[in-house]
């Protein structure tokens, strides 16, 4: 059973400092890695992709990728209020067919 | 630009009825379809995934099916409710997977 684990949280953290979110996963062989932010009652979306080891950058928002421990995280620089959702880590089935397989996504609360 | 739809946005069916959830997708021809489902407080699970007119996968043995009689239409559907089905139900589009907005079904 291929799994995507987060810590479900709620992380809290003050206006203006950095969220770190983070995710496992098992597949070894899986590629491509994305991020989903999923305000309550919505559905969600696309943040980031990451597809090699390393950081990517996008604004306040930078991924990192660690295929050798199988780690993902997000970073939120200057974190601010309108952050507040959850953030759900996907990783993409390296059995084909572009499927995706999500973690249960950890809360973030930024609080003014 | 492409633009996926869903509805309706809200249902609420009583148990032992039928459903019909239906999904379009603008913008893109032949996309790969998904239907999940969120249940209140839980992570997305994979209905059913579609790669092409006719062509269905199901991941959940369940009362649910699921139908793709146009390339970019993408219909969930159910002979019988039941409670455990009720949950908000997304469409996504492509490989890195676009949502929809959602319909959230109450099954009472």
């Known amino acids: 059973q291929k799994e995507v684990e987060q810590n479900s949280g709620p992380l809290s953290v003050p206006e203006g400092a950095i969220a770190s979110l983070n995710c496992t996963y098992s597949?070894?062989?899986?590629?491509?890695f994305f991020w989903y932010r999923q305000y309550s009652g919505k559905s969600p979306e696309l943040i980031m992709s990451i597809y090699s080891n390393g950081d990517k950058e996008d604004g306040r928002f930078t991924a990192q990728l660690n295929k050798a421990s199988q780690y993902v995280s997000l970073l939120i620089r200057d974190s601010q209020p309108s952050d507040s959702a959850t953030y759900l880590c996907?990783?993409?089935?390296?059995?084909?067919?572009?499927?995706?397989?999500f973690g249960a996504g950890t809360r973030l609360a930024v609080h003014p | 630009s492409q633009t996926i739809h869903q509805w309706p946005a809200t249902l609420v069916q009583p148990v032992g009825s039928p459903l019909s959830l239906e999904c379009t997708v603008e913008?893109?021809?032949?996309?790969?379809l998904y239907w999940y489902r969120q249940a209140a407080g839980r992570g997305l699970q994979l209905l059913f995934y579609?790669?092409?007119?006719?062509?269905i996968s199901s991941e959940v043995p369940q009362n649910l099916s699921a139908s793709r009689p146009q390339d970019r239409q993408f219909i969930l559907s159910s002979k019988k409710l039941l409670l455990s089905d009720s949950g908000f139900y997304l469409c996504?589009?492509?490989?890195?997977?676009?949502f929809g907005p959602g319909t959230r079904l109450t099954v009472t």
């Open positions: 579609s790669v092409g007119i006719g062509q």
């Open positions: 913008g893109t021809s032949n996309p790969n």
């Open positions: 597949d070894r062989g899986s590629q491509s």
């Open positions: 996907a990783v993409k089935n390296s059995g084909g067919y572009n499927k995706l397989i």
């Open positions: 996504a589009w492509g490989g890195e997977q676009y």
